[in-house]
């Protein structure tokens, strides 16, 4: 399969489901001391997985769809206008209570571990899906982290099967080992591949944990390797150069990139990413 040939054309909509949230991407100048001050670098804006890879589609070319349920608070009403700014087209029910947080703490851009609260994020239920949200929908990039908790992993699941029944291609990003871990391995990989995904994105450490209950069906793995690049379908991509400054967000511009335009543009998009603070572009 040629991976620069397999993805939407810049004209289609791709549609993604998951949360959105605000981002506090924390780049501190050295291991964090505690009982002091540590200096850092900051930055603030909108994230989550689902909207990070909704506004890359948007920044690379793309129309994209963010399917995700929003809060009633301050941090509701500057999420949905910078994602509008941003050109995503963003759908889903507004529930009472508070936008979900999450506070990376980024070492030399290369490495990075994140304080999460993921407020109404998780709250998205089955019966708000409207079908209509699926409209000329050539992709549906799903986030793992939708699958996570309830009533939101009903709801993923009813739209990936709206999908699967108009024929729309299924993107997962397994998200975290941590989530997976929590969920069962067995019972995970099951249910991804109740789905019938085209393509499965994942770093090394989620990849071996799906691996060790057998690839979905008819899948093509995307493992996500860092600074080393993309190994899809077993064949190694290597990464262009960049200057790593913060890597928060770099999987999730790899993933829109593949979707806007194959392998090579989701690695600039990744190194793009890398070279700059917080998730978006």
């Not at 994105?201 to 093509?220: I, S, Y």
């Not at 335009?261 to 890398?274: I, P, Q, T």
């Amino acid at each position: 399969m040629d991976f620069d040939r397999c993805a939407a054309h810049t004209e289609a909509m791709i549609c993604v489901l998951g949360d959105a949230h605000l981002d506090v991407v924390v780049a501190m100048s050295g291991p964090l001391t505690e009982e002091t001050d540590t200096p850092a670098a900051t930055h603030i804006g909108v994230g989550g997985q689902a909207a990070n890879v909704a506004a890359w589609v948007s920044a690379l070319g793309g129309q994209s769809r963010l399917i995700a349920a929003r809060g009633t608070d301050l941090g509701a009403e500057l999420l949905s206008s910078e994602l509008a700014r941003r050109g995503v087209d963003l759908v889903g029910p507004i529930v009472p209570g508070n936008t979900g947080v999450v506070v990376s703490l980024s070492s030399g851009g290369r490495q990075r571990s994140m304080l999460t609260d993921r407020g109404v994020g998780t709250a998205l239920a089955a019966d708000a899906f409207r079908p209509a949200w699926l409209d000329d929908c050539e992709w549906l990039h799903l986030s793992g982290y939708a699958l996570a908790h309830e009533p939101m992993r009903t709801a993923a699941v009813t739209v990936a099967r709206e999908a699967m029944r108009r024929e729309i291609r299924l993107a997962v990003d397994l998200s975290s080992t941590g989530m997976i871990e929590t969920y069962g391995v067995a019972s995970f990989g099951e249910l991804i591949a109740s789905l019938g995904p085209h393509v499965v994105l994942g770093n090394e450490a989620e990849a071996a944990l799906l691996a060790a209950g057998g690839l979905p069906g008819r899948a093509v793995l995307i493992v996500k390797l860092g600074a080393e690049g993309v190994r899809v379908a077993g064949k190694h991509f290597p990464a262009p150069p960049t200057t790593p400054v913060d890597s928060t967000g770099a999987g999730d511009a790899f993933a829109a990139g593949f979707l806007v335009g194959g392998v090579r543009l989701g690695l600039a998009a990744a190194a793009r990413a890398v070279a700059k603070m917080g998730a978006m572009p």
